[in-house]
């Protein structure tokens, strides 16, 4: 392989024509740019330059080296640019979370991607466990989650709650426990954690997801209120979830005597620097919620 190092000095001294400038230019001495391009010389096999006292011309090898020589030095500048560069709005930055945090999160986040077009959002729905292993991983760059995590090697932390909210038909006013039985629950992924959460905080008759009578499952967040808004039953969802569903006249949220809400967790791996791009990003998160 060639040493790019003698290549350079090739470049620099067919450019400026002189073997003294290119020292000065490259910092080296005389001797060490001869040294350069005798190595190259001896590397290739052919001789590069014709040598006139102080003056040179090149040899047919020469210039086509020199063709080919200076594409490759200029690709190199700019690829040393372009990793040294760590601009704050420009760049792919990949974001995984549950659900109820992607509905409100991601119009945020387009709009965020519409001031800077060249900032790429890569936004992905998936479940606490799936989050973590993904920014274990490196999949992702954010991962924000209802949990914080168990692993050495990511750094959660709390940056909002969000609450847990009982969701029925807008028919019914003041939903006892005897109405819930009644209506019976639609289920979620969650469903049963987040019905544990907010029930046993609030009926004390509620001991088990087993006790509800259960009317329907969907795992896509954005449709799991149909149902209920058809009357077909109630759930538990958290707000942002409750928030982005469009018929909001068909349902009902209905404040508890004992709120709960979910702690939400941010979260990076912890040997990894974080660029300008994700920075901007987990600025506009927090902001948002």
């Known amino acids: 392989m060639i040493n790019t190092q003698w290549l350079r000095s090739f470049c620099q001294l067919v450019e400026v024509g002189s073997f003294t400038r290119t020292a000065e230019q490259l910092h080296m001495t005389q001797s060490g740019v001869s040294q350069h391009i005798h190595k190259l010389e001896d590397h290739i096999g052919l001789p590069l330059l014709v040598r006139h006292g102080k003056q ?9 080296l020199y063709t080919e020589a200076r594409e490759i030095i200029q690709s190199l500048a700019k ?84 609450a847990l909210l009982l969701v029925t038909p807008a028919t019914l006013s003041t939903p006892s426990w005897e109405d819930l039985c009644s209506l019976g629950f ?77 702690t939400i967790y941010l979260g990076v791996r912890r040997d990894k620097p974080i660029a300008n791009r994700v920075t901007t990003v987990i600025s506009e998160i927090k902001k948002c919620l």
């Open 56 to 64: 040179f011309t090149l040899t047919d090898a020469g210039e086509r």
């Open 79 to 162: 690829l040393e640019q372009r990793i040294s560069e760590d601009p704050a709005n420009k760049g792919e930055v990949r974001i995984k979370s549950p659900g109820s945090l992607g509905l409100k999160l991601y119009p945020q986040l387009l709009t965020l991607q519409q001031q800077y077009p060249q900032l790429i959002i890569d936004y992905r729905f998936a479940p606490n466990a799936d989050v973590e292993s993904a920014i274990a991983s490196n999949e992702i760059d954010i991962g924000l989650m209802t949990r914080t995590s168990t692993l050495a090697s990511l750094d959660s932390h709390s940056i909002a709650k969000e």
């Open 186 to 262: 639609i289920d979620h992924p969650d469903g049963a954690h987040h019905a544990g959460l907010l029930l046993t905080a609030n009926y004390p008759e509620y001991h088990h997801s087993e006790l509800l009578n259960k009317k329907g499952f969907s795992n896509q967040i954005s449709l799991i209120l149909d149902p209920v808004s058809r009357g077909l039953g109630f759930t538990v969802l958290p707000a942002h979830a409750v928030a982005a569903f469009p018929q909001q006249n068909t349902i009902k949220a209905h404040p508890l005597h004992h709120p709960v809400s979910e």
